[in-house]
């Protein structure tokens, strides 16, 4: 059914009412894949779950304000819409790992008429299967991915946004950008060192460039997909979701 690009939105949407960081929406992501949706919609969730929740909303409120928080949640659901609608566009099913390819693979080959006839009683043990072959599969990658964020976390000296960021040069937000990828936070837990890059005089869209940055794209999430995407698909979703936060940030720093 025809919705006329309605479903990134709701997609988005739906990514920032649940409270998901960037490694463990990969999971959702597998199932959503494997049941049938199509793979632009499902990184319109991939990209805004990490980026808006409600803790972090709430946060946000308090050390920001109204404005700077209405501002933050319609970029962060925008970004999933349009990235995902980007990705959509391109075509990229066949840029999926072979491990995903066989799930879907295995999914057509049971047979959708067959499932329809069976109660959910008899589903569950099928389903739990299901649940646990994707456990078994991402969870090395989980813990590589969690081991690398925090190898890296606080390797970015202190003083180090005061003293390059808070200029407002046009790179400052590209850089800002670049800095925060290699990390790895969920939106609540880096939005106190938001408050005090802004407190050091680093602008407000470029400090939120790096906090989208750092929740939305990571080494250890691109570690995680590397078991679903291929390195090119990767790739150009980093490229995507980069190019659009840089442009939030340059937005931000504009209005605020």
Known sequence: KKMYGLEYFFASTFGAITPFCSCSSVPLFIGFVQGGIPLGVTFAFLI???????????????????????????????????????????NLEPLLSDWVKKIMEHKMVQGEFEEEKLTFRQRLPGITRGAWDIVKGVVLSVIIGIATGAAMHGYVPENFFGRYLGGGQWWTVPLAVLVGVPMYANAAGVLPVIQVFVAKGVPLGTAIAFMMATVGLSIPEATLLKKVMTMKLIAIYFGVVTLFIIISGYLFNLIL
Not at 57 to 85: D, E, N, Q, R
Request: hydrophobic share 55%.
């Open 48 to 90: 805004t779950s990490p980026l808006v929740n409600e803790v972090a909303i709430a946060m946000f409120i308090g050390m920001f304000g109204l404005k700077a928080t209405v501002l933050y949640v319609t970029s962060g659901i925008l970004l999933g819409t349009v990235g995902g609608w980007l990705c959509g566009k391109f």
